[in-house]
């Protein structure tokens, strides 16, 4: 619509002509949308952390299995969970405390960044305005790629904090900022603090996707703790199977051990 | 009640107590033992961020004892054939677990078998 029509809709406080403005103008909107989906990159189907693939209908992975009897960790298993970072005299004092409270601790879900490594699939729906990570637990991750990180007053901790991202090539950079501390939520994830910067480099290199993963958090870490994580595509999922998160039996012993919550059902 | 305790320590050896294979600890199951179940199923919990099968067996005295048997999620169920229909209440099925350390009536489900001994989905 052109200006002096809208400012005349305005004075004649018309509010039926935006419709008409937008009705005039989809057709190249459209057109545009369509072109920007055609230039950016298709990732379908259900991505299962690699070396979680195959896992039995008792949840236990293949590559456990095969760990088990060698006698050696398992190699690569849920990187996320910093293993293999280098913790301050801070990032170990919160991981003992953690651990201090471990025993029959219930969760609510992985929270981020454990659901980018934990068990269960991953969903990457790319649009051209954001990419929508899913799992099968409800959980999404909104990363925004049509604007910047919002004003840090604009921000505040959550469980998935908040990301914006950015296609270099087929690459998409993800910056995350703003999680609250992942072992708060999910006793399972590393203790790194509300002050944590995440940063992936999601690509797909043949049949999967890897992600490079680099977070930044003085507070916690002597240095940047950087770690790799990858997908495939695992066999029988067909359909996302969400199912809330409403049964979690851990219980305790009287020896202060984990066990399976009794239940005697009537 | 018809539990078998095979002993698998050949084949299974533990590893670090804390390795997180689902959403908790596995140190809670000896992985070194196998245990078999046979009894009829009272509940089957289709459910995250376990599902599991509630099933009533006999014990050598004759007395009923309610297992809980843990299972992995509803997704991994479904992609390997299982639906949540796929156990009904009066199911007789027989189940191999590593059981609860603690010697508790339960365990993580290895395998579920039917009353005639065929595999329930692909129990994969």
Redesign the interface.
């Given at each position: 619509m052109k200006a002096p029509l809208l400012a005349l809709a305005a004075m004649l406080g018309l509010g039926a002509m935006p419709t008409m403005v937008q009705s005039q103008d989809a057709p190249d909107a459209q057109a545009d949308r369509v072109e920007q989906f055609s230039q950016l990159p298709f990732w379908p189907g259900y991505w299962v952390a690699e070396e979680q693939a195959?896992?039995?209908?008792?949840?236990?992975?293949p590559s456990?299995l095969a760990?088990?009897?060698?006698?050696?960790?398992?190699a690569n298993?849920?990187n996320l969970?910093g293993g293999a970072a280098k913790w301050n005299a801070e990032g170990q004092r919160r991981l003992e405390a953690a651990q201090a409270i471990?025993a029959g601790r219930k969760?609510a879900g992985?929270g981020f960044p454990m659901m980018m490594n934990?068990?269960?699939?991953l969903q990457f729906v790319i649009t051209p305005e954001h990419v929508l990570i899913v799992n099968?637990?409800s959980e999404v991750r909104h990363v925004y790629t049509d604007r910047d990180m919002p004003d840090e007053f604009d921000l505040w901790p959550t469980v998935m904090g908040t990301s914006v991202g950015h296609w270099e090539g087929d690459t998409l950079v993800v910056e995350t900022t703003m999680v609250r501390s992942p072992i708060e939520y999910?006793?399972?994830a590393p203790p790194f603090s509300d002050d944590a910067h995440y940063e992936e480099r999601i690509r797909l290199e043949g049949d999967r996707l890897v992600s490079d993963v680099t977070v930044t958090d003085p507070t916690t870490l002597e240095e940047p703790f950087v770690t790799q994580v990858s997908w495939i595509r695992?066999?029988?999922?067909d359909r996302?199977?969400m199912?809330?998160?409403?049964?979690?039996?851990?219980g305790v012993?009287e020896?202060g051990?984990?066990?399976?919550e009794?239940?005697?059902?009537e | 009640m018809r539990i078998a305790l095979a002993v698998a320590a050949a084949?299974?050896?533990?590893?670090?107590a804390g390795?997180?294979?689902?959403?908790?600890?596995?140190?809670?199951f000896d992985?070194t033992r196998e245990v078999t179940v046979r009894g009829t199923v009272?509940?089957f919990?289709?459910?995250?961020?376990?599902a599991?099968i509630?099933m009533v067996s006999t014990d050598a005295g004759g007395r009923n004892v309610?297992w809980?048997m843990?299972?992995?999620?509803?997704?991994?169920?479904?992609?390997?054939?299982?639906r949540p229909r796929t156990l009904r209440p009066g199911t007789e099925v027989t189940v191999r677990?590593h059981p609860?350390?603690?010697g508790?009536a339960?365990g993580?489900?290895?395998?579920?078998v039917d009353a005639d001994g065929r595999a329930i989905?692909?129990?994969?």
């Open positions: 195959g896992t039995t209908v008792g949840g236990i992975a456990v760990a088990r009897e060698k006698g050696e960790a398992v298993f849920m969970r471990n969760a992985w934990a068990a269960t699939p099968a637990y999910f006793h399972g695992d066999e029988g999922f996302m199977i199912v809330d998160w409403d049964n979690d039996r851990t012993d020896n051990v984990n066990t399976i009794a239940e005697v059902v | 084949l299974l050896v533990p590893i670090g390795t997180v294979a689902a959403h908790h600890s596995m140190a809670m992985n009272k509940q919990q289709w459910s995250n961020p376990h599991y509630q309610e809980s843990e299972m992995g999620s509803p997704m991994y169920l479904y992609a390997r054939g299982w677990a609860l350390r603690s508790k339960g993580v489900v290895l395998d579920v989905g692909s129990n994969q």
